[in-house]
């Protein structure tokens, strides 16, 4: 049974449109992550929670914001979309701190047309 | 990234040969992970390491943190271990290296 759930797995979404990138985690864990990676690119981070609040944030747009409505959630909403948006997102997640260990989502595969 | 360098940047190896990937960190961390994303794109956990050794199948790998750097060794590799290994540290942020590309032939 997968542990960190993101939908949906595909997302077709047209240019200038907004979508919600869904995260849910049932591994107890009270850090979340958000990561971004390109066709063939390593992982880019995105975004850092812990206990539902934000602690770190390397997205230089504000058409990505995250949402936190449960501490087991982290979802990413992603405003006008642009074609160069499509990218494969990964939630991840783990106990709150560093060197502790990181499990991820299997990745909601946006594409913007 | 630069906080994480990994060598070879790919790799193509006969099925049933072995090789050792390397992960050099340019940041102190006491832990290490390694992970293989797989053709289908799915990250997978293999290791999360302290200082040490630990081995699981014919995968194998150490992390030296006095010097900074760790193995991932693969002994008789088959097809199915193809894909592209990333090793990773945890220091508030996940820093990733930028992977090695496996390609098993047959």
């Known amino acids: 049974d997968p542990k960190i759930i993101q939908k949906p797995k595909y997302l077709v979404a047209v240019t200038g449109s907004e979508k919600i990138l869904i995260c849910e985690q049932y591994?107890?864990?009270?850090?979340m992550y958000w990561y971004r990676q390109s066709a063939k690119k390593p992982l880019e981070f995105m975004f850092s929670?812990?206990?539902?609040?934000?602690?770190d944030n390397q997205t230089a747009s504000s058409r990505f914001q995250p949402q936190s409505s449960k501490k087991n959630h982290l979802d990413l909403q992603i405003t006008a979309l642009k074609p160069d948006d499509s990218a494969t997102y990964f939630c991840?997640?783990?106990?709150?701190?560093?060197?502790?260990?990181?499990?991820f989502g299997k990745g909601t595969r946006l594409t913007v047309v | 990234g630069d906080q994480v360098k990994q060598s070879p940047s790919a790799l193509s190896l006969q099925e049933g040969t072995n090789s050792a990937l390397r992960c050099n960190f340019s940041?102190?961390?006491?832990?290490v992970q390694w992970f293989l994303q797989n053709p289908r794109g799915s990250l997978m956990n293999l290791f999360y390491?302290?200082?040490g050794t630990k081995e699981n199948g014919r995968l194998k790998s150490t992390f030296n943190s006095k010097e900074s750097y760790s193995t991932l060794h693969i002994r008789d590799a088959q097809l199915e271990d193809s894909g592209t290994y990333f090793c990773?540290?945890?220091?508030?942020?996940?820093?990733f290296g930028d992977g090695t590309q496996l390609v098993v032939k047959p």
């Open positions: 991840a997640s783990s106990q709150e701190g560093t060197d502790t260990e990181v499990f």
């Open positions: 591994l107890g864990h009270n850090a």
């Open positions: 929670y812990s206990y539902q609040k934000l602690m």
């Open positions: 940041i102190a961390t006491t832990t």
């Open positions: 390491l302290v200082p």
């Open positions: 990773a540290l945890n220091n508030n942020r996940i820093f």
